[in-house]
């Protein structure tokens, strides 16, 4: 019978806190349906999950990741952000990078109310740096047909309605 052990991000191991699933068995063709692997929890160290691995696996982990562990999901973000990187960055920095990526988003804001103002704000600068000079015109995009004295075209002085195109049909049927 296996112990079932707990990994913090410190990498000290305490008895698990909760009855955790029956651990998976593994017959090395035995027949006798023998446990011969000890299942440990392990928590990441980026994001906080926590999975059920073999003490040999957590091992490999750690060591490609400088004594952390991290999840599989993390790990591909930190392959991720090498790949990213304008220069060759070591696999320390860019684990480095996402963890300060991602303690950004676990801890709420300190003031929750500026935050949400701070989002609103960005949120209005991106979509008038992408709007056209076109479209942040106040005037309305329908023309005005109540007697501006301009031939209908809403008050703007210099602007030409949209012609009317032929049809397509007309040439395809005949």
């Known amino acids: 019978m296996s112990a079932r052990v707990h990994v913090g991000a410190d990498g000290e191991t305490a008895p698990a806190k909760t009855p955790p699933p029956e651990p998976k068995v593994r017959n090395d063709g035995g027949g006798d349906g023998e446990q011969t692997d000890q299942v440990e929890f392990a928590k990441c160290d980026c994001c906080g999950l926590t999975e059920e691995c073999t003490p040999a696996y957590i091992a490999r982990i750690r060591g490609r990741y400088e004594g952390r562990w991290i ?26 990078r996402h963890m300060s990526f991602s303690r950004s988003f676990r801890r709420p804001p300190p003031n929750p109310k500026e935050h949400l103002i701070s989002a609103m704000r960005q949120l209005m600068r991106r979509s008038l740096e992408s709007a056209s ?38 040439s395809i049927g005949g």
Do not use: H, K, N, Y
């Not at 109540?146 to 049909?169: E, I, K, T």
């Open 71 to 96: 999840c599989g999901l993390c790990s591909e973000a930190v392959e991720e952000e090498i790949l990213r990187s304008d220069g060759p960055i070591t696999t320390g920095e860019a684990l480095g």
């Open 133 to 170: 000079p076109r479209a942040m015109r106040s005037t309305p995009s329908s023309p005005d047909r109540g007697g501006s004295g301009d031939g209908g075209r809403g008050g703007v002085v210099g602007r030409q309605p949209l012609a009317r195109s032929g049809s397509c049909f007309s």
